[in-house]
């Protein structure tokens, strides 16, 4: 036998070289080579994502609470502040707004400059205040612009119609609204233009919608919102001179951007090699 008291069997099996760990350390710093510089373009990918299947459940949702209810869900966001003004960012700079529609847009694109208020009321051929209160438009919240965190400043209830919800409120001659007549959303929304007699509406999806609890569970914001600006997603109604039921023609981020960009960002923000469509 030619053994060797002094050698350690166990320290010759479970000891690694100074040159192994070497090895080691250079293989993990390449590794995180390549997956550091994409982790931000995964985290835009999955912002993406959970945005259009966001936009996609609402208007599904709101589509469902018509065929059931007969009418769309009531206690939707106004956009409108408590003054009858939009619910306007509190700066030009995104970066420290405060309160308000999101000022940024990452297609230059801001919501707020999409809007203005507009007044709807029933006229000598021009019923656009009948057409929204046939489907169920009956009552909307305003925000205040105090209100320390912007997704929940829907806080005054506005009625609509007559005693709306049982409040008593004398039937308005005229109700304001966030109207869309900017060029870019109205492309988005209406690709073949509006016709006369038709004009579109926005409302926000807020946490007190009647949809809540029927058709939906939850009241979904945009990946990422904060308090700072209001990051709930916004659906948009045709309303029609003639009368007729309103009828929704769409939905988007709190940013305005509707699914096809939001697609688009999303494809576009892959690795490369991953793209798809």
């Known amino acids: 036998m ?27 710093a390449a590794l995180a080579a390549l ?34 209810q007969k009418r769309y869900p009531q206690g939707l966001d106004s956009l409108l502040d408590t003054t009858g003004a939009l619910y306007s960012a509190d700066t030009t700079n995104a970066d420290t707004q405060t309160r308000g529609l999101p000022y940024g847009g990452a297609d230059g694109t801001r919501l707020q400059a999409q809007l203005v208020v507009g007044a709807l009321t029933n006229a000598t051929n021009a019923e656009y205040l009948r057409s929204l209160s046939r489907s169920g438009f009956d009552w909307v919240y305003d925000h205040d612009t105090t209100a320390v965190n912007s997704n929940l400043s829907n806080t005054t209830f506005r009625g609509l119609i007559a005693d709306a919800n049982g409040t008593g409120n004398a039937a308005p001659s005229s109700v304001n609204v966030a109207e869309v007549t900017g060029s870019y959303l109205l492309g988005k929304l209406v690709p073949g233009g509006l016709k006369s007699g038709e004009r579109i509406v926005a409302f926000g999806f807020g946490q007190k919608s009647t949809a809540i609890g029927k058709t939906t569970t939850t009241c979904p914001l945009y990946p990422g919102a904060d308090k700072t600006y209001y990051g709930r997603y916004v659906a948009y109604f045709k309303v029609y001179a003639s009368g007729e039921r309103a009828t929704l023609v769409g939905v988007s981020d709190a940013y305005g951007r509707t699914p096809d960009y939001t697609e688009q960002q999303f494809n576009e923000s892959l690795p490369d090699g991953a793209r798809q469509g």
Do not use: C, W
């Not at 050698?7 to 293989?27: D, Q």
């Open 2 to 28: 030619n053994q060797n008291p002094h050698r350690n069997p166990r320290r010759s099996r479970g000891a690694f070289t100074l040159i192994e760990l070497l090895v080691v350390i250079v293989i993990l």
């Open 35 to 68: 997956i550091v510089p994409n982790i931000g373009q995964y985290g835009r990918s999955t912002d993406m994502a959970v945005s259009a299947k966001s936009q996609a459940d609402i208007a599904s949702q709101m589509q469902q609470f018509f065929v059931t």
